[in-house]
């Protein structure tokens, strides 16, 4: 047990506070009736990711996703200018939908105005675009900081890149102790209905931009103080956790699939925090991090907590000192979770923004949860008086958090400094991870063995080319997502061993002795299986891009030879045989996009003979090589003339929004349906296919909508996905299966083995969220992929129920994807919020397969 004498035992949570921790991940909250309430009202079932009703279910503008798919990453000014950066930007229209509005609360449309007007009130406020979001709305990045010439803008990029390159050196350079600002990162309304963060930062920069005294003067010429003031303007103005693609952003940075993700990115990328503060809503009493086990193996937790916790401390002390109390005020006091509470909040993946902003160098980095609920429920049913009591009272709890940062920055900017040089150099030098103990981290009290986590690291990974090679097309897409993620890559100029391997000329090679190892092995590690650490997770247990993204990786010695370069884009991998007709393997989503590009233009295309692939004639080479060179893909000359003629597939989904996403980014065209659409009438003649995983439930249609499904299906496929795709296939009397399912909430990576042409040429891994298998297989039902035998769980966290069954040793060898005659069912998540890449061809497959093959079709 966490306790000390300085800070008693709080009651240790049991499973009722883990179910809620896990519901505040998507949307529920903590909260008290009211001023003088002192109960906590019960918190709502744990949900994620779109959830099965229609008010969740993705529906997201097709022009959002193209949004998010094209948006440039900004350049962030660089060195080339000093400080002040000023613009004048341009208001936005008025719009009295903004539900900040009622709140009390500054709209979005009111934030360019007030930026102008804190730009104009001296000389230490500037104001750049960081890019626009997936809505098309400005993000909007502030820096803080004493005036600065261009030359000493260039002298602080120079020290900042000695600090991440040369890390050895900068721990003893002068101008890095004595002249070095120290970069803070400050983000705000991430999640878009967890507005008051935006506000405590807007009235931070003018009371800064404003202050004359001494330690002012001293915090910003000593440091630059980042804020982004919104993270989300779409969510911020509709009320909505997620952006206008329907994302949780701070899901989204392993995947990096939306704008602003990739903004947040860009910032970390170029301003290198040492400090991060992400402000969220809403705990009551006031959540600070750091977390409960499990921690992250691959950080260097030691530095991390180290700075953490000393910060969470001073704002606990902060927030507290307001003087707010639950019996006049409703609110309770902090609350540090690694002190307080045994798990359910932790840090594992690098989802989150404070746990990616580790591997780029931040050694204290929080999220922190403000008390009062003002969202959802309560944003519908709370007079408005009482709403803008609860958010005044939140931008005062934040506000206390961003002041307390600042301080623990103005006093400990040496030490902060240091411990981030000594981050990279850990990983330049290849020294190993120090355990965290209360030896290691003084100060930190009740360190116990529940908190160590560490690794061993690779000497590299490579990413080899030819035919050890799965993908090309998959192996660039990854190189490419590691060097925009910071990580050094090389290529191979000549054939190299490493270890007993001989490796091909044109190889990939990622050293680990570079500044940013931790991120590299939590991108490219298979992970570690953590069930039996802790009884459930807050989020995702196993992400491995190595496993999933449909690339051959491999860790390995570090190399010997081979003449290695540093890239900084993958080698263009687009080709086209010269001869014969062409076949596109259909192994990857950009070949899947390639195909439907191809089919939008008019091209003939008919399906390869052994439903992988599709086959184009000779004769359309000039048009292919265009499609070819824009999606990155390898048409090769085969004397195939192909099978039956393929036509584009028009895909009614009923799924959630990051599948929505991924079926847009393969090109396909999309209408959202659910049962309410279907209720009110829907024209069955625009779609092709149906796609199920979230939101159409059969029981609720009206008499008429299913009939017209159940024609609609007569004629045509289901492609089902989860406990929702399984029931509809029931109900609907199509593959004669029984699902069964795991705990909702196991999740992780998992071995398979593919046995079908839906599933050749897969990876053998696929990810796994809430997992299902198929028994009771009857006639015409095919296996076109089953769980590995013995332990197929990987990495994450699958727990058998408490009566032994649902576990991973029951899944072994069962059926996980299945098809027939009018359906194919899935039981793992192959478009996972935009992430398990190598397994999206998958669902295209099975898309082309049922459009036009229903129960009794041909």
């Given at each position: 047990?966490?306790?000390?004498?300085?800070?008693?035992?709080?009651?240790?949570?049991?499973?009722?506070?883990?179910?809620?921790?896990?519901?505040?991940?998507?949307?529920?909250?903590?909260?008290?009736?009211?001023?003088?309430?002192?109960?906590?009202?019960?918190?709502?079932?744990?949900?994620r990711d779109g959830g099965t009703t229609d008010e969740a279910f993705g529906r997201s503008p097709a022009d959002a996703a193209r949004q998010a798919l094209t948006a440039?990453?900004?350049?962030?000014?660089?060195?080339?200018?000093?400080?002040?950066?000023?613009?004048?930007?341009?208001?936005?229209?008025?719009?009295?939908?903004?539900?900040?509005?009622?709140?009390?609360?500054?709209?979005?449309?009111?934030?360019?105005?007030?930026?102008?007007?804190?730009q104009e009130i001296g000389d230490r406020v500037s104001v750049e675009v960081a890019g626009r979001s997936a809505g098309g709305h400005r993000l909007y990045l502030v820096t803080v900081t004493a005036p600065e010439s261009a030359r000493q803008t260039r002298e602080q990029q120079r020290l900042r890149e000695l600090i991440e390159r040369e890390p050895a050196r900068a721990a003893k350079d002068k101008a890095v102790r004595s002249a070095y600002k120290t970069p803070v990162f400050l983000n705000s309304n991430i999640h878009g209905n967890e507005w008051e963060g935006t506000d405590a930062s807007l009235k931070l920069i003018e009371r800064l931009a404003r202050a004359n005294d001494a330690r002012t003067g001293e915090l910003l010429?000593?440091?630059?103080?980042?804020?982004?003031?919104?993270?989300?303007?779409?969510?911020?103005?509709?009320?909505?956790?997620?952006?206008?693609?329907?994302?949780?952003?701070?899901?989204?940075?392993?995947?990096?699939?939306?704008?602003?993700?990739?903004?947040?990115?860009?910032?970390?990328?170029?301003?290198?925090?040492?400090?991060?503060?992400?402000?969220?809503?809403?705990?009551?009493?006031?959540?600070?991090?750091?977390?409960?086990?499990?921690?992250?193996?691959?950080?260097?937790?030691?530095?991390?907590l180290k700075h953490t916790y000393a910060n969470a401390l001073g704002m606990e002390s902060a927030v507290n000192g307001l003087g707010y109390t639950e019996g006049r005020d409703g609110v309770r006091p902090a609350q540090i979770p690694f002190r307080d509470q045994e798990e359910g909040w932790d840090d594992w993946p690098p989802i989150f923004t404070p746990q990616y902003a580790a591997f780029h160098g931040a050694v204290a980095a929080h999220t922190?949860?403000?008390?009062?609920?003002?969202?959802?429920?309560?944003?519908?049913?709370?007079?408005?008086?009482?709403?803008?009591?609860?958010?005044?009272?939140?931008?005062?709890?934040?506000?206390?958090?961003?002041?307390?940062?600042?301080?623990?920055?103005?006093?400990?900017?040496?030490?902060?400094?240091?411990?981030?040089?000594?981050?990279?150099?850990?990983?330049?030098?290849?020294?190993?991870?120090?355990?965290?103990?209360?030896?290691?981290?003084?100060?930190?009290?009740?360190?116990?063995?529940?908190?160590?986590?560490?690794?061993?690291?690779?000497?590299a990974y490579i990413v080899p080319a030819g035919g050890a090679q799965r993908s090309a097309t998959a192996a660039a897409r990854l190189v490419d997502h590691l060097l925009a993620n910071g990580v050094e890559v090389e290529r191979a100029r000549?054939?190299?061993?490493?270890?007993?391997?001989?490796?091909?000329?044109?190889?990939?090679?990622?050293?680990?002795?570079?500044?940013?190892?931790?991120?590299?092995?939590?991108?490219?590690?298979?992970?570690?299986?953590?069930?039996?650490?802790?009884?459930?997770?807050?989020?995702?247990?196993?992400?491995?891009?190595?496993?999933?993204?449909?690339?051959?990786?491999?860790?390995?010695?570090?190399?010997?030879?081979?003449?290695?370069?540093?890239?900084?884009?993958?080698?263009?991998?687009?080709?086209?045989?010269?001869?014969?007709?062409?076949?596109?393997?259909?192994?990857?989503?950009?070949?899947?996009?390639?195909?439907?590009?191809?089919?939008?233009?008019?091209?003939?295309?008919?399906?390869?003979?052994?439903?992988?692939?599709?086959?184009?004639?000779?004769?359309?080479?000039?048009?292919?090589?265009?499609?070819?060179?824009?999606?990155?893909?390898?048409?090769?000359?085969?004397?195939?003339?192909?099978?039956?003629?393929?036509?584009?597939?028009?895909?009614?989904?009923?799924?959630?929004?990051?599948?929505?996403?991924?079926?847009?980014?393969?090109?396909?065209?999309?209408?959202?349906?659910?049962?309410?659409?279907?209720?009110a009438g829907f024209d069955w003649s625009s779609v092709d296919v149906l796609s199920v995983s979230a939101g159409l439930d059969h029981a609720r249609l009206t008499p008429a909508a299913r009939d017209a499904l159940g024609a609609f299906l007569a004629g045509h496929g289901l492609v089902g996905r989860g406990g929702a795709g399984a029931a509809l296939n029931t109900a609907a009397g199509l593959l004669p299966v029984t699902p069964v399912a795991a705990d909702g909430d196991a999740n992780g990576v998992v071995r398979v083995v593919n046995s079908g042409p839906l599933t050749a040429g897969s990876p053998d891994h696929a990810f796994v969220y809430g997992p299902m298998w198929f028994t009771g297989l009857g006639a015409g039902v095919r296996v076109e992929q089953s769980y590995g035998g013995g332990a197929p769980l990987v990495s994450g966290h699958w727990r058998a129920r408490a009566d032994g069954g649902g576990g991973p040793g029951e899944a072994a060898q069962k059926a996980s994807v299945v098809s027939g005659r009018g359906a194919v069912l899935f039981g793992t998540e192959p478009l996972f919020r935009d992430h398990p890449k190598g397994e999206f061809a998958q669902v295209g497959r099975a898309l082309f397969a049922m459009a036009g093959a229903g129960a009794g079709g041909s």
């Open positions: 047990m966490r306790t000390t004498e300085s800070s008693p035992a709080r009651p240790r949570p049991g499973r009722a506070v883990l179910i809620a921790a896990l519901a505040l991940a998507t949307g529920g909250s903590l909260f008290l009736t009211g001023p003088a309430g002192a109960d906590s009202a019960p918190p709502p079932p744990p949900v440039p990453v900004a350049e962030l000014g660089g060195s080339a200018r000093g400080y002040p950066r000023e613009q004048r930007l341009t208001p936005d229209p008025v719009n009295p939908d903004d539900r900040s509005v009622k709140l009390g609360l500054i709209p979005y449309h009111g934030i360019a105005e007030r930026l102008n007007a804190l010429g000593r440091s630059r103080l980042y804020f982004n003031i919104t993270a989300n303007p779409d969510g911020r103005i509709a009320g909505t956790r997620a952006n206008g693609n329907g994302f949780d952003l701070n899901r989204d940075f392993v995947t990096a699939s939306q704008p602003e993700t990739r903004a947040m990115r860009q910032i970390m990328l170029e301003k290198q925090p040492a400090v991060l503060l992400d402000l969220h809503g809403y705990v009551n009493g006031t959540l600070i991090e750091p977390t409960t086990p499990p921690h992250g193996e691959n950080y260097e937790y030691d530095l991390f922190v949860e403000i008390p009062l609920q003002v969202n959802n429920a309560a944003y519908n049913t709370l007079p408005v008086a009482e709403l803008r009591r609860r958010s005044a009272v939140n931008v005062a709890v934040a506000g206390a958090a961003l002041d307390a940062t600042l301080e623990y920055v103005r006093e400990r900017r040496a030490s902060l400094i240091a411990d981030q040089i000594e981050v990279f150099r850990r990983g330049a030098a290849g020294a190993a991870q120090v355990p965290v103990s209360e030896r290691t981290v003084p100060g930190v009290p009740g360190i116990g063995p529940e908190d160590v986590y560490t690794v061993r690291f690779p000497g000549h054939s190299f061993r490493a270890g007993r391997t001989t490796y091909p000329a044109g190889s990939y090679v990622v050293d680990m002795r570079q500044p940013k190892r931790g991120l590299v092995n939590a991108l490219l590690a298979d992970g570690r299986d953590i069930s039996g650490k802790v009884s459930a997770m807050y989020d995702i247990s196993g992400w491995s891009l190595g496993r999933l993204w449909g690339a051959t990786v491999t860790p390995a010695d570090r190399p010997h030879g081979g003449s290695p370069r540093p890239v900084d884009a993958a080698a263009p991998v687009a080709a086209v045989g010269r001869y014969g007709n062409l076949e596109l393997r259909l192994d990857d989503p950009r070949e899947v996009a390639a195909l439907n590009e191809l089919l939008r233009r008019g091209v003939e295309v008919r399906r390869s003979h052994d439903g992988g692939g599709a086959v184009v004639p000779g004769s359309a080479r000039e048009r292919v090589r265009a499609v070819a060179d824009a999606h990155g893909v390898v048409f090769r000359s085969t004397k195939e003339r192909g099978g039956a003629v393929l036509r584009p597939v028009r895909v009614a989904a009923a799924v959630a929004s990051g599948e929505l996403f991924a079926l847009r980014e393969m090109g396909f065209a999309v209408t959202p349906v659910s049962t309410a659409v279907l209720n």
